[in-house]
């Protein structure tokens, strides 16, 4: 089944202690991304990949990190997690040609305490 | 500076009525824009995508409009079921592989 996935789905973290969410995909996309979404706010772009050790940021990068060694692989990382990263984080993919259509995996929910 | 905006009040319709959203966006000249339907707890699903050349877009219930002078989409669910009760998310792709999504607007259909 052509899916992405996201583990942890759920995840209470405390200030400062590093973590790692991790997506893939198994559809052979180039393009991958990632989202946080608040309340009121919408989607707003993290990071994202146009291919294998290819990155750039998007709208909100600021205290995470991307690395992209694979292509099905595009782990999010957040070194020294703050209450204000709490949210719901979703990976997306997609081909590379236009970006038209993407596909999203199932979200994790993120709390820093 | 560059906003989306879709109606941030939720639509309740009666079934088999015609759900009508607003997607408004200002200072982007967008090549293409998509809908995606969000359930609860649960990642976007694409549903349609219209090009800046194209008037409408159909699928099945769902059409489409896409007004680059008015910068206006509109996303029309006909003949709507309780299972059309979702958000839906306006988006449009900028260029340089970055897209920007819309708050939503939460439908809600009554049996």
């Known amino acids: 089944e052509a899916q992405v996935t996201q583990n942890p789905r759920y995840l209470i973290t405390v200030t400062g202690k590093k973590l790692t969410v991790t997506c893939s995909q198994n559809m052979n996309h180039e393009y991958m991304s990632w989202y946080r979404q608040d309340p009121g706010l919408g989607l707003r772009q993290i990071y994202y990949?146009?291919?294998?050790?290819?990155?750039d940021k998007g709208d909100v990068p600021e205290g995470y990190k991307v690395s992209r060694k694979e292509k099905r692989n595009f782990p999010l990382i957040l070194e020294s997690p703050s209450p204000n990263q709490t949210s719901l984080y979703f990976c997306?993919?997609?081909?590379?040609?236009?970006?038209?259509?993407?596909?999203f995996g199932p979200g994790t929910r993120l709390t820093v305490l | 500076s560059q906003k989306i905006e879709q109606n941030s009040e939720a639509l309740n319709i009666q079934e088999g009525k015609t759900a009508t959203l607003t997607c408004n966006y200002t200072n982007y000249s967008p090549a293409y824009l998509q809908w995606y339907r969000q359930d609860p707890g649960r990642g976007p699903v694409f549903l349609l995508l219209?090009?800046?050349?194209?008037k409408e877009k159909r699928k099945e219930r769902l059409k489409v409009t896409f007004d680059t002078t008015l910068k206006q989409s509109l996303f029309h669910i006909t003949a709507s079921q309780p299972a059309d009760s979702a958000t839906y998310l306006c988006?449009?792709?900028?260029?340089?592989?970055?897209?920007?999504f819309g708050a939503g607007t939460r439908l809600f259909v009554k049996a």
């Open positions: 219209i090009r800046e050349n194209e």
């Open positions: 990949s146009m291919n294998v050790e290819v990155t």
């Open positions: 988006a449009l792709y900028t260029g340089g592989f970055k897209t920007i």
């Open positions: 997306a993919s997609g081909h590379r040609e236009g970006v038209d259509t993407q596909y």
